[in-house]
């Protein structure tokens, strides 16, 4: 007697493989739930995340959850993977970018609150009038960041006390 194991069986169990950092074992259920079923948008967007992640395929993988998330356009969890296959490749601003959009469906979403927290928030220019990449701002912004915001040196020495 064989037992058939259903794409949304292979989908489930790559998510909880995902969860625990089971990325290549993920992979390849995700593959397989794509395989069984390729017009299901949730298993094309994880599967496009699991090409990002473990063959590094940017181009495929962002295709793949692009057409997801066009498809599921309610779904936020699309959002979060296609900003999850950006961040993988260093586009931080994208990913930022896809983690609002999912937020706006979701506001609620701890998932993507959490990676929206952990990239953090980028300061305001130095200089407000000009533009963010004006060079004056730039350089005043890496004095910014070494002297920090609070105008003390880095590393400052305590300065020795006189004896009288």
Same mark, same amino acid.
């Given at each position: 007697?064989? *037992?058939? *194991?259903?794409?949304?069986?292979?989908?489930?169990? $790559? =998510?909880?493989?995902? *969860?625990?950092?089971?990325?290549?074992?993920?992979?390849?259920?995700?593959?397989?739930?794509?395989?069984? +079923?390729?017009?299901?948008?949730?298993?094309?967007?994880?599967?496009?995340?699991?090409?990002?992640?473990?063959?590094?395929?940017?181009?495929?993988?962002?295709? @793949?959850?692009?057409?997801?998330?066009?498809?599921?356009?309610?779904?936020?969890?699309?959002?979060?993977?296609?900003?999850?296959?950006? @961040?993988?490749?260093?586009?931080?601003?994208?990913?930022?970018?896809?983690? =609002?959009?999912?937020?706006?469906? +979701?506001?609620?979403?701890?998932?993507?609150?959490?990676? @929206?927290?952990?990239? $953090?928030?980028?300061?305001?220019?130095?200089?407000?009038?000009?533009?963010? =990449?004006?060079?004056?701002?730039?350089?005043?912004?890496? *004095?910014?960041?070494?002297?920090?915001?609070? $105008?003390?040196?880095?590393?400052?020495?305590?300065?020795?006390?006189?004896?009288?």
């Amino acid at each position: 007697m064989q *037992v058939s *194991v259903t794409a949304e069986e292979h989908y489930r169990r $790559g =998510r909880e493989l995902l *969860v625990h950092d089971k990325i290549d074992q993920a992979m390849e259920n995700f593959r397989t739930a794509h395989n069984l +079923d390729p017009a299901n948008p949730r298993y094309r967007s994880y599967f496009g995340l699991g090409l990002a992640l473990v063959e590094r395929r940017f181009d495929r993988a962002l295709e @793949l959850c692009r057409s997801a998330a066009k498809e599921e356009f309610f779904n936020p969890e699309l959002y979060h993977n296609l900003s999850r296959v950006h @961040l993988a490749f260093g586009f931080k601003a994208e990913a930022i970018r896809y983690l =609002r959009r999912g937020l706006m469906i +979701d506001p609620a979403n701890l998932a993507m609150i959490d990676d @929206l927290e952990n990239l $953090g928030m980028r300061q305001s220019p130095v200089l407000s009038f000009l533009p963010r =990449r004006h060079p004056v701002n730039r350089l005043l912004g890496r *004095v910014r960041g070494i002297w920090g915001e609070n $105008g003390e040196a880095p590393h400052a020495a305590p300065q020795a006390q006189a004896s009288a």
